[in-house]
């Protein structure tokens, strides 16, 4: 009787899609001692058969329903971050993972490394982490931080589509007007967008979680210059982002690997920074709009 109270109470929500303000309005204990995922995924999909429509409903239920937390370095199950109703970015898609494949569609995990605001207490962490524990921990520090999210296989189209259930967005356009648009970006949770300010490197991951193809270019080069129809490419400025961004690819993949110590980079990290904010500047002034 349990489980069918609570699948009851998803369908409700899950009526509407998510919008930006109504995270954290939505919260509901779920008796997940007595939860079938299967039903559990179900329930928010409906009657629906589209395998796409199938990843927006689970996607925008789980990004209204749940709230972003702090890492605390705590591996939780799929139930326990259920039973929490939240987690941070990868116990957020570990979840969404768990219910897209309950529907029967194909994914696969995302890391990225993004800007982020100059923090010195975080590089601090960071450091500290390092010493302790390996390089592995260097993907976040005094100007960077790591992100995790997913990628499912639309095979309409017959390519992946991001989803990323913290900033509550689907599909390579919404995607790329979330983390690299010059504009205001409307997401789920403006304050997480907000300091995401530009990822610049993405790989899809392995079943160990490691690092596998090479998503960087797709994404931060010519997904990046697409949204802007081309015409990035014609400032100065895109030679340096785009030579920026290969330079950090291939240590910032060692660094998810523990090879090598991202914190090394700084210079290259706060050079690429810099870079953005160059290249959001120059296409204003050419193009005197924001988006």
Same mark, same amino acid.
């Not at 960077?144 to 390519?159: M, S």
């Not at 100065?236 to 090879?259: D, M, Q, Y």
């Given at each position: 009787?349990?489980? #069918?109270?609570?699948? #009851?109470? #998803?369908?409700?929500?899950?009526?509407?899609?998510?919008?930006?303000?109504?995270?954290? *309005? +939505?919260?509901?204990?779920? @008796?997940?001692?007595?939860?079938?995922? *299967?039903?559990?995924?179900?329930?928010?999909?409906?009657?629906?058969?589209?395998?796409?429509?199938?990843?927006?409903?689970?996607?925008?239920?789980?990004?209204?329903?749940?709230?972003?937390?702090?890492?605390?370095?705590?591996?939780?199950?799929? =139930?326990?971050?259920?039973?929490?109703?939240?987690?941070?970015?990868?116990?957020?898609?570990?979840?969404?993972?768990?219910?897209?494949?309950?529907?029967?569609?194909?994914?696969?995990?995302?890391?990225?490394?993004?800007?982020?605001?100059?923090?010195?207490?975080?590089?601090?962490?960071?450091?500290?982490?390092?010493?302790?524990?390996?390089?592995?921990?260097?993907?976040?520090?005094? +100007?960077?931080?790591?992100?995790?999210?997913?990628?499912?296989? @639309?095979?309409?189209?017959?390519?992946?589509?991001?989803?990323?259930?913290?900033?509550?967005?689907?599909?390579?356009?919404?995607?790329?007007?979330?983390?690299?648009?010059?504009?205001?970006?409307?997401?789920?949770?403006?304050?997480?967008? =907000? &300091?995401?300010?530009?990822?610049?490197?993405?790989?899809?991951?392995?079943?160990?979680?490691?690092?596998?193809? =090479?998503?960087?270019?797709?994404?931060?080069?010519?997904?990046?210059?697409?949204?802007?129809?081309?015409?990035?490419?014609?400032?100065?400025?895109?030679?340096?982002?785009? =030579?920026?961004?290969?330079?950090?690819?291939?240590?910032?993949?060692?660094?998810?690997?523990?090879?090598?110590?991202?914190?090394?980079?700084?210079? &290259?990290?706060?050079?690429?920074?810099?870079?953005?904010?160059?290249?959001?500047?120059?296409?204003?002034?050419?193009?005197? +709009?924001?988006?």
């Amino acid at each position: 009787m349990r489980t #069918v109270i609570c699948i #009851v109470l #998803v369908v409700t929500a899950a009526c509407c899609y998510a919008q930006p303000e109504q995270r954290n *309005k +939505q919260l509901q204990k779920i @008796d997940t001692l007595h939860l079938n995922l *299967k039903m559990f995924a179900d329930s928010i999909t409906g009657h629906e058969r589209d395998e796409y429509e199938k990843a927006r409903k689970l996607l925008y239920w789980l990004s209204s329903n749940f709230e972003w937390k702090a890492t605390d370095y705590k591996t939780r199950t799929v =139930n326990e971050i259920i039973a929490r109703n939240g987690g941070n970015c990868f116990e957020l898609a570990k979840v969404y993972m768990a219910l897209i494949k309950e529907a029967g569609i194909t994914h696969r995990g995302v890391a990225e490394i993004n800007i982020h605001p100059y923090t010195p207490r975080r590089q601090a962490s960071a450091a500290e982490l390092v010493k302790q524990k390996g390089n592995s921990f260097s993907v976040f520090g005094l +100007q960077h931080n790591d992100h995790r999210w997913v990628e499912i296989y @639309d095979k309409k189209n017959n390519l992946w589509q991001p989803a990323d259930p913290s900033m509550g967005v689907i599909g390579l356009n919404d995607w790329l007007k979330a983390r690299v648009w010059f504009g205001e970006r409307k997401t789920i949770d403006t304050a997480i967008t =907000n &300091s995401m300010i530009v990822p610049f490197v993405i790989f899809s991951t392995d079943a160990k979680r490691a690092p596998d193809e =090479n998503r960087t270019a797709y994404y931060l080069i010519e997904g990046f210059n697409n949204l802007y129809q081309g015409k990035l490419e014609t400032l100065p400025e895109w030679k340096e982002w785009v =030579n920026a961004v290969n330079a950090l690819t291939g240590p910032a993949k060692n660094a998810f690997t523990g090879k090598e110590n991202l914190h090394d980079h700084q210079a &290259s990290i706060s050079k690429l920074a810099d870079t953005y904010q160059q290249l959001k500047s120059a296409y204003n002034r050419k193009y005197g +709009q924001r988006g």
